[in-house]
């Protein structure tokens, strides 16, 4: 294995033989109007560092071109009479491939006149022109730029200010205290399954990411009181979407990583007339080779995971634009007793287990300008979602007894559609609706730790889950963004759905208004109602009836409710600088609880990969989410950059008993200083070298205490419920170290890059679960990830 890993590292520059010669590097892209996504013919576009005048004019659809371009940073500067002049700096250029940027422009609302602000450089600033709090953008840049990231995009809203990471061994997102069940994603606009490798149903995160970075346009992330169309989610919302490829010329990506495996990505165009283009990625499991050189991944078996990722954009025509996306993977995993030490408790020396899971998503999209500044956009996808497991006891000699069987599948069939209209410069609108259709067949049944009823000498087999059949949930919403002058924006809007399976309906009202409080201070105060639906696991679990069989005992059960109030501030302390501090008040009812489990909460459950088995559920549980947020951030300029993000607050619930405790996720706070430095070096300036560091220290989750002697004498871990979160975990700290080389060709289209990410690398030891060890008959405490060194290496021509 390690001679393969050694001829991939010599390998893969072989292939800049193929590289084209060039004499400089190229900056295009296209201009739109940010409301009605019309092109704008004339804009202006200019290079600040140029030393002699250099820039480009868009042309009648929209487009421009900058050619001879030296690698390195770059910022641009786009102008057009009656519009807010736009400024985007830390454009990173690259000998390999050419940069292509998409830019919208805002209408001035003080008429036809150039506006020329260029302090309000904001490369935070969403996608989504309806998000006005609790949002920010995130693009491929910063994802393979920050340290401990792993080519994430969930590791990476680990950084932002409300957000921490459930733990090292899973991206399970936690956001203000919320169960990670409440995030919702989307790509392309439309809501897609679990992205992540190893995912199990009713959860969001996983061990590997299976959204492939290198194919993200610029994407917003949301945490509370988003837009109206935004539905089904509590806590938060991934919208990403895939770039487009390169229109006018083809371009390869070879990328070998620990942790994203080996890659290989091709675009290019397909029509040059039409403007059409293909991008293709697969990628393939390299994680098994920290096991080969003998470094600890947390268990002794091996995870393979294998991904494709592609859109295909077929161009401009009478009938608008149309594209094809999608995402396909597959992931498997056993457990096997022999290979399993006996102080393992991740998996049971004493069982064979097998895990499987596969990941569809293929979605087509039509946009289509309707004149008059409307246009219309429509997403139609399918997807399916397939999880299974078997675990095997081993009994004496070769005889085995089959413990548990899980099989998921649920085949999504969506359609999202909306007209979006821009009235004038003050004024625009949007309405919508999205229908999804659900074929869910989750079948699970288990008898490890079953009593004997009809003793035959084996326990007996329960049905955990056993739904065959569809249902649907429908969504409509319609939203406005007015500006009142040039101070005062408001955004409101209604959004509804309606789950045919319970008849359950629910109108939302959104409501957000800011006020520029100068030319580089703004305060907006934000309130979101939201809903959602209980996890399938939950919504669908069967309850062991005392007299034997099972009942659906939680299919009756409505939306958890959230009522969401954010106070934000955002200053820019200097060009370059900015300061965003927002507080909030989250509370949550209708929450799933239980009558004869009265500490149990579903708001503790969504960060691993089963539910608990409780049933009887009713709507009548609290949470509450409240504390305040800082993030002092300096964007990349004068070759580095620096973010600091600090959270203080708190997350309590009450069950059926009138309680309040904390929940699973209530760290109290989250602090995150990163920061990094480029040196340019070569005759031409044309290379660099990179620093990157992250330090992360939050304070310890609360968990509930096993009870020794009743797991002993049970033989298996049993909790003590009568004081259930009332413990504490040690405080979480983690330092991580990144040493980058970027090497551009000065005379082929030839990029490489070289990064060694040395992940914990103090070792501290992070304490992930207590856990009983029937082996030992002891409580043992299980340990989050060590020292890791994550390898990356990218060529690009």
Same mark, same amino acid.
């Given at each position: 294995?390690?001679?393969?890993?050694?001829?991939?590292?010599?390998?893969l520059?072989?292939?800049?033989?193929?590289?084209?010669?060039?004499?400089?590097?190229?900056?295009r892209?296209?201009?739109?109007?940010?409301?009605s996504?019309?092109?704008?013919? +004339?804009?202006?576009?200019?290079?600040?560092?140029?030393?002699?005048?250099?820039?480009?004019?868009? !042309?009648?659809?929209?487009y421009?071109?900058?050619?001879?371009?030296?690698?390195?940073?770059?910022?641009?500067?786009?102008?057009?009479?009656?519009?807010?002049?736009?400024?985007?700096?830390?454009?990173? #250029?690259?000998?390999? =491939? /050419?940069t292509?940027?998409?830019?919208?422009?805002?209408?001035?609302?003080?008429?036809?006149?150039?506006?020329?602000?260029?302090?309000?450089?904001?490369?935070?600033?969403?996608?989504?022109?309806?998000?006005a709090?609790?949002?920010?953008?995130?693009?491929?840049?910063?994802?393979? *730029?920050?340290?401990?990231?792993?080519?994430?995009?969930?590791?990476?809203?680990?950084?932002?200010?409300?957000v921490?990471v459930?733990? !090292?061994?899973?991206?399970?997102?936690?956001?203000?205290?919320?169960?990670?069940?409440?995030?919702?994603?989307?790509?392309?606009?439309?809501?897609?399954?679990?992205?992540?490798?190893?995912?199990?149903?009713?959860?969001?995160?996983?061990?590997?990411?299976?959204?492939?970075?290198?194919?993200?346009?610029?994407?917003?992330?949301?945490t509370?009181?988003?837009?109206?169309?935004?539905g089904?989610?509590?806590?938060?919302?991934?919208?990403?979407?895939?770039?487009?490829?390169?229109?006018?010329?083809?371009?390869?990506?070879?990328?070998?990583?620990?942790?994203?495996?080996?890659?290989?990505?091709? /675009?290019?165009?397909?029509?040059?007339?039409?403007?059409?283009?293909?991008?293709? %990625?697969?990628?393939?499991?390299?994680?098994?080779?920290?096991?080969?050189?003998?470094?600890?991944?947390?268990?002794?078996?091996?995870?393979?995971?294998?991904?494709?990722?592609?859109?295909?954009?077929?161009?401009?025509?009478?009938?608008?634009?149309?594209?094809?996306? &999608?995402?396909?993977?597959?992931?498997?995993?056993?457990?096997?007793? /022999?290979e399993?030490?006996?102080?393992?408790?991740?998996?049971?020396?004493?069982?064979?287990?097998?895990?499987? %899971?596969?990941?569809?998503?293929?979605?087509?999209?039509?946009?289509?300008?309707?004149?008059? &500044?409307?246009?219309?956009?429509?997403?139609?996808?399918?997807?399916?979602?397939?999880?299974?497991?078997?675990?095997?006891?081993?009994?004496?000699?070769?005889?085995?007894?089959?413990?548990?069987?899980?099989?998921?599948?649920?085949?999504?069939?969506?359609?999202?559609s909306?007209?979006?209209?821009?009235?004038?410069?003050?004024?625009?609108?949007?309405?919508?609706?999205?229908?999804?259709?659900?074929?869910?067949?989750?079948?699970?049944?288990?008898?490890?730790?079953?009593?004997?009823?009809?003793?035959? &000498?084996e326990?007996? @087999? #329960?049905?955990?889950?056993?739904?065959?059949?569809?249902?649907?949930? @429908?969504?409509?919403?319609?939203?406005? =963004?007015?500006?009142?002058?040039?101070?005062?924006?408001?955004n409101?809007?209604?959004?509804?759905?309606?789950?045919?399976?319970?008849?359950?309906?629910?109108?939302?009202?959104?409501?957000?208004?800011?006020?520029?409080?100068?030319?580089?201070?703004?305060?907006?105060?934000?309130?979101?109602?939201?809903?959602?639906?209980?996890?399938?696991?939950?919504?669908?679990?069967?309850?062991?009836?005392?007299?034997?069989?099972?009942?659906?005992?939680?299919?009756?059960?409505?939306?958890?409710?959230?009522?969401?109030?954010?106070?934000?501030?955002?200053?820019?302390?200097?060009?370059?600088?900015?300061?965003?501090?927002?507080?909030?008040?989250?509370?949550?009812?209708?929450?799933?609880?239980?009558?004869?489990?009265?500490?149990?909460?579903?708001?503790?459950?969504?960060?691993?990969?089963?539910?608990?088995?409780?049933?009887?559920?009713?709507?009548?549980?609290?949470?509450?989410?409240?504390?305040?947020?800082?993030?002092?951030?300096?964007?990349?300029?004068?070759?580095?950059?620096?973010?600091?993000?600090?959270?203080?607050f708190?997350?309590?619930?009450?069950?059926? !008993? +009138?309680?309040? *405790?904390?929940?699973?996720?209530?760290?109290?706070?989250?602090?995150?200083?990163?920061?990094?430095?480029?040196?340019?070096?070569?005759?031409? =300036?044309?290379?660099?070298?990179?620093?990157?560091?992250?330090?992360?220290?939050?304070?310890?989750?609360?968990?509930?205490?096993?009870?020794?002697a009743?797991?002993?004498?049970?033989?298996?871990?049993?909790?003590?419920?009568?004081?259930?979160?009332?413990?504490?975990? !040690?405080?979480?700290?983690?330092?991580?170290?990144?040493?980058?080389?970027?090497?551009?060709?000065?005379?082929? =289209?030839?990029?490489?890059?070289?990064?060694?990410?040395?992940?914990?690398?103090?070792?501290?030891?992070?304490?992930?679960?207590?856990?009983?060890?029937?082996?030992?008959?002891?409580?043992?405490?299980?340990?989050?990830?060590?020292?890791?060194?994550?390898?990356?290496?990218?060529?690009?021509?």
């Open positions: 294995m390690l001679r393969l890993i050694a001829l991939l590292f010599l390998t520059p072989a292939f800049g033989l193929f590289a084209q010669s060039i004499t400089g590097s190229v900056i892209g296209r201009i739109l109007d940010q409301e996504e019309a092109p704008l013919t +004339g804009v202006t576009i200019e290079w600040i560092e140029a030393t002699s005048s250099t820039g480009a004019v868009s !042309d009648m659809d929209g421009f071109r900058l050619e001879d371009i030296p690698p390195g940073r770059h910022t641009l500067r786009f102008a057009y009479l009656g519009y807010e002049t736009r400024t985007i700096p830390n454009v990173l #250029v690259t000998a390999g =491939k /050419e292509v940027l998409n830019v919208g422009l805002t209408e001035s609302v003080i008429g036809l006149q150039e506006i020329v602000v260029t302090s309000k450089v904001n490369p935070a600033e969403t996608q989504n022109e309806m998000a709090i609790s949002a920010r953008s995130f693009n491929l840049e910063e994802v393979n *730029r920050y340290s401990g990231g792993r080519n994430d995009v969930a590791r990476l809203a680990g950084n932002f200010a409300g921490a459930a733990d !090292d061994s899973r991206n399970d997102i936690v956001i203000r205290g919320n169960s990670p069940t409440g995030v919702l994603w989307q790509l392309e606009g439309i809501p897609i399954p679990n992205p992540n490798h190893f995912s199990t149903l009713g959860t969001t995160g996983g061990p590997v990411s299976a959204l492939n970075p290198n194919l993200l346009k610029s994407s917003d992330f949301l509370s009181a988003f837009p109206a169309q935004y089904n989610a509590l806590s938060g919302v991934f919208d990403v979407g895939f770039r487009s490829g390169n229109k006018e010329t083809h371009e390869f990506t070879g990328q070998l990583a620990a942790f994203s495996g080996l890659e290989a990505m091709a /675009e290019g165009p397909i029509s040059r007339e039409n403007r059409s283009s293909y991008l293709v %990625s697969y990628r393939h499991s390299f994680v098994e080779l920290a096991d080969q050189v003998g470094i600890p991944v947390g268990t002794n078996a091996t995870p393979n995971y294998r991904d494709l990722s592609f859109k295909f954009d077929f161009g401009q025509s009478k009938a608008g634009t149309f594209s094809l996306f &999608g995402i396909l993977g597959t992931s498997d995993i056993d457990f096997l007793g /022999e399993i030490d006996e102080t393992d408790l991740f998996a049971d020396p004493n069982a064979d287990a097998y895990s499987t %899971s596969e990941l569809g998503i293929v979605g087509l999209r039509h946009n289509i300008l309707l004149g008059d &500044g409307a246009y219309l956009r429509t997403v139609v996808s399918g997807s399916t979602a397939r999880g299974g497991f078997i675990q095997d006891n081993l009994l004496t000699g070769d005889e085995r007894l089959r413990v548990t069987e899980v099989e998921d599948i649920t085949d999504t069939y969506s359609i999202s909306y007209y979006n209209k821009k009235v004038n410069a003050r004024l625009t609108y949007r309405t919508g609706i999205l229908a999804q259709y659900f074929n869910l067949d989750t079948q699970v049944r288990d008898r490890d730790g079953r009593p004997d009823l009809n003793e035959d &000498g326990p007996d @087999w #329960v049905r955990v889950r056993d739904f065959d059949g569809t249902f649907g949930l @429908w969504q409509a919403f319609a939203q406005a =963004k007015y500006r009142m002058g040039e101070t005062w924006t408001l409101g809007g209604l959004h509804t759905q309606w789950l045919d399976l319970t008849e359950g309906f629910v109108v939302e009202p959104r409501l957000a208004i800011s006020n520029q409080l100068s030319e580089k201070s703004t305060l907006t105060l934000g309130y979101g109602l939201h809903h959602q639906m209980a996890p399938f696991p939950v919504f669908f679990f069967e309850e062991e009836l005392p007299g034997g069989g099972t009942v659906s005992s939680n299919q009756d059960l409505a939306f958890t409710r959230s009522h969401h109030f954010v106070l934000g501030y955002d200053r820019q302390l200097a060009p370059s600088w900015r300061l965003k501090a927002e507080t909030y008040y989250q509370r949550i009812t209708n929450v799933p609880v239980s009558n004869d489990q009265p500490t149990f909460s579903i708001l503790n459950a969504g960060a691993d990969f089963v539910f608990p088995e409780v049933g009887s559920l009713v709507n009548e549980g609290v949470g509450v989410n409240y504390g305040l947020e800082v993030t002092v951030e300096k964007f990349f300029s004068n070759n580095y950059y620096l973010l600091l993000t600090g959270s203080l708190d997350s309590e619930y009450e069950g059926t !008993d +009138g309680i309040r *405790r904390n929940t699973a996720f209530n760290n109290g706070y989250v602090v995150n200083f990163l920061g990094g430095r480029e040196w340019k070096i070569g005759s031409k =300036k044309q290379h660099a070298l990179t620093f990157d560091m992250k330090v992360t220290t939050a304070g310890g989750r609360y968990y509930t205490p096993v009870d020794l009743a797991s002993r004498a049970r033989g298996e871990e049993i909790l003590n419920d009568e004081l259930a979160f009332s413990e504490r975990f !040690d405080p979480y700290f983690r330092l991580d170290l990144k040493f980058g080389f970027q090497l551009n060709s000065p005379n082929k =289209k030839l990029s490489q890059q070289f990064f060694l990410d040395l992940q914990n690398i103090t070792g501290y030891e992070n304490v992930f679960d207590r856990r009983y060890n029937n082996l030992t008959g002891e409580v043992n405490t299980v340990f989050q990830s060590g020292f890791f060194p994550d390898l990356l290496y990218r060529i690009q021509f």
